[in-house]
């Protein structure tokens, strides 16, 4: 079982900047795809940005494309994303997810995090 817990900053304001962590716990997630999704209030959750073990394949939605940067450390076996340019339609909760491969990740059907509230104010 992977247990994949979400931290992050929290609040932040239009056109700046926060970083969401998510630290892998349980068994290892080596060698696997890893990813961001987000729900706002009465949307769907949709998928934001995944990467693969090596980092070496990165993809991401449209709306984030150039303003949020997915990477992790897996010596400490931790993904990030970083999120420039904040929109007010970024609010949102985060999660994480881990996969096989980033197909995988990108249908939603890996390992997920509890989430974490991400609140963009003006």
């Known amino acids: 079982q992977v247990q994949l817990v979400e931290v992050g900053d929290g609040v932040g304001q239009t056109g700046g900047s926060l970083r969401l962590s998510c630290v892998a716990c349980g068994r290892t997630v080596d060698f696997e795809a890893m990813g961001w999704f987000r729900q706002a209030p009465g949307k769907e959750r949709e998928f934001v940005a995944a990467i693969s073990y090596t980092s070496v394949t990165k993809e991401y939605t449209e709306s984030v494309k150039g303003r949020f940067d997915i990477y992790r450390d897996n010596a400490r076996k931790t993904l990030y994303l970083r999120m420039n340019d904040l929109k007010f339609e970024d609010t949102a909760k985060y999660y994480c997810?881990?996969?096989?491969?980033?197909?995988?990740?990108?249908?939603?059907?890996?390992?997920w995090g509890e989430g974490t509230q991400v609140t963009v104010f003006s």
């Open positions: 997810t881990s996969g096989r491969d980033i197909a995988t990740v990108r249908l939603g059907s890996g390992y």
